[in-house]
């Protein structure tokens, strides 16, 4: 059974680029609320090498409706050449809550 409500993951190098995309998906009402996380540490293969690097977690909650349209956003406004945006159902939460994400995305 698919879940009705998702939480979209991306990342960024920066804070401030976390906070210019978090707000942009609030703004535009593809997220109900946006989360940021960080600093992490990221370990990842790019262009054929380990590499290390601090990065921003972006955790944004929001009706599954509207994580095509929030990944497209998110894929338009990345710095990175390929950001990571990876959906993650919400299988279960306060009804109020999950409702108010619902609200806030119309």
Known sequence: MPADHVVVLTTA????????????????RLAACAQIVG??????????????????????K??????GALEEFLNVRHTYDLPEV?????????????????DETR
Do not use: H, K, N
Not at 62 to 67: F, I, N, W
């Open 13 to 28: 190098d920066s804070e401030a680029a976390a906070r210019t995309l978090a707000a942009s998906a609030v703004e535009a």
């Open 39 to 60: 600093p992490i540490t990221s370990i990842f293969r790019w262009e054929g090498e380990v590499q290390t690097g601090t990065e921003w977690r972006i955790e944004c």
């Open 86 to 102: 990876v959906v993650m159902p919400i299988i279960g939460g306060s009804p109020r809550y999950l409702g108010w994400l619902v």
């Open 62 to 67: 929001t009706p599954a409706d509207r994580a």
